[in-house]
């Protein structure tokens, strides 16, 4: 195993982090689809991790589901849960131990406090009115606190969330490279201290995608737009954990004709009602190269054959409008 080109050059390791929280939609195709294809239009690895940290929306029949649905659009993986690996479990519910690890060292060094802020506190700044996509700026309420006033707090019943300090203003900005929009310099501070551990123990997203990108040596990370604001404060957990952070690169979401976003209510446009309603796979592949701008015109085509033309400038800026009649169109080109 080699992950150096000809020429020197690092191959980067790319990955596919879906939650197996429902089925695999359109939108999620195109984000895995050009994921695969940054990466191995480069020639660089593959990793599949399950982002099974929420018990009660996990399934493990959908997680089942992601390996057939990526299988039928012959996007493949190196290492994953079905496949194994130098950075086994490739399942989030089974890499705890590296979170506490983690965690514990934040805290050692006096980046990490509890919160008990109660749901329904947090739920009052929810509806603020400049709450964004990543949810309000949590407001440091707890980040004072002494040790007896947490224990004061415990000895109540309450237990705490841990948040990481990320104070406006302090530590300044991040800076990662986004490979349509070129260098960035962000704040984390539009997240205020968010947290690593939610008070009933389970490990925040924001938390265990960095230690497990880190771990699992990956070196490119490909996305919903919507999470670039959650990147800056990805990007300090990396440096404060000692780790270089990827490369990114966020991509336009798939959305339907009022604007929203392709979610679980678009249930006819998931992979497998679509392959139900008799979508051939390279019908969504070449419906969605382009949509990204590779092909001049929507035509059947297999993934490996975008592979030449994958170029992160070509894609669109903004939302990508997925039609009424999609159906239609795919079952046209399949
Ligand atoms: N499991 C996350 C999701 O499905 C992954 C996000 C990421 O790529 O960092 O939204
Ligand atoms: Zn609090």
């Known amino acids: 195993m080699t992950n150096t080109s000809g020429n020197g050059a690092k191959l980067p390791r790319g990955r596919f982090a879906p939650s197996p929280t429902g089925f695999i939609h359109l939108g999620n195709a195109w984000s895995f689809l050009l994921a695969?294809?940054?990466?191995?239009?480069?020639?660089?690895?593959m990793v599949l991790r399950m982002e099974d940290l929420d018990p009660q929306r996990s399934r493990p029949e959908f997680a089942q589901a992601i390996l057939r649905d990526l299988s039928w659009l012959v996007l493949d993986w190196d290492e994953g849960p079905d496949k194994g690996g130098p950075h086994a479990p490739y399942v989030q519910s089974g890499?705890?131990?590296?979170?506490?690890?983690?965690?514990?060292?934040?805290?050692?060094?006096?980046?990490?406090?509890?919160?008990y802020c109660t749901r329904k506190e947090l739920?009052?700044?929810?509806?603020?009115?400049?709450?964004?996509?990543a949810g309000p700026a949590y407001p440091g309420t707890c980040a004072g606190l002494s040790e007896e006033e947490c224990r004061a707090r415990e000895a109540f019943g309450r237990r705490p969330a841990l948040r990481l300090r990320c104070?406006?203003?302090?530590?300044?900005?991040?800076?990662?490279?986004?490979?349509?929009?070129g260098e960035l310099c962000l704040s984390p501070a539009?997240?205020?201290?968010?947290?690593?551990?939610?008070?009933?123990?389970?490990?925040?997203?924001?938390?265990?995608?960095?230690?497990?990108?880190?771990?699992?040596?990956?070196?490119?990370?490909?996305?919903?737009?919507?999470?670039?604001?959650?990147?800056?404060?990805?990007?300090?957990?990396?440096?404060?954990?000692?780790?270089?952070?990827?490369?990114?690169?966020h991509v336009p979401l798939l959305v339907d004709e009022e604007g929203e976003r392709l979610a679980k209510r678009h249930a006819s446009?998931?992979?497998?009602?679509?392959?139900?309603?008799?979508?051939?796979?390279?019908?969504v592949v070449g419906w969605l190269g382009?949509?990204?701008?590779?092909?001049?015109?929507?035509?059947?085509?297999?993934?490996?054959?975008?592979?030449?033309?994958?170029?992160?400038?070509?894609?669109?800026?903004?939302p990508v409008t997925v039609p009424k009649d999609i159906l239609e169109r795919l079952r046209a080109l399949s």
């Open 290 to 318: 382009r949509a990204a701008g590779f092909l001049p015109a929507p035509a059947p085509c297999a993934a490996r054959d975008l592979l030449p033309l994958f170029v992160p400038g070509l894609l669109p800026r903004g």
């Open 123 to 133: 739920r009052a700044l929810a509806s603020a009115p400049h709450a964004g996509e």
């Open 167 to 181: 104070p406006p203003g302090e530590g300044g900005e991040e800076r990662f490279v986004d490979l349509a929009r």
């Open 190 to 249: 539009g997240l205020g201290d968010f947290a690593v551990r939610r008070s009933d123990h389970v490990w925040a997203y924001q938390l265990a995608v960095v230690v497990d990108d880190a771990a699992m040596g990956v070196t490119q990370v490909v996305r919903g737009e919507d999470l670039l604001d959650s990147t800056p404060g990805q990007v300090r957990l990396f440096r404060l954990l000692g780790h270089v952070p990827p490369e990114f690169l």
């Open 269 to 283: 446009l998931t992979l497998a009602a679509l392959r139900e309603a008799g979508v051939a796979p390279e019908a």
């Open 36 to 45: 695969w294809l940054a990466c191995r239009s480069r020639g660089g690895q």
């Open 95 to 115: 890499r705890s131990h590296l979170y506490e690890e983690a965690v514990a060292r934040l805290r050692a060094e006096g980046l990490v406090y509890p919160c």
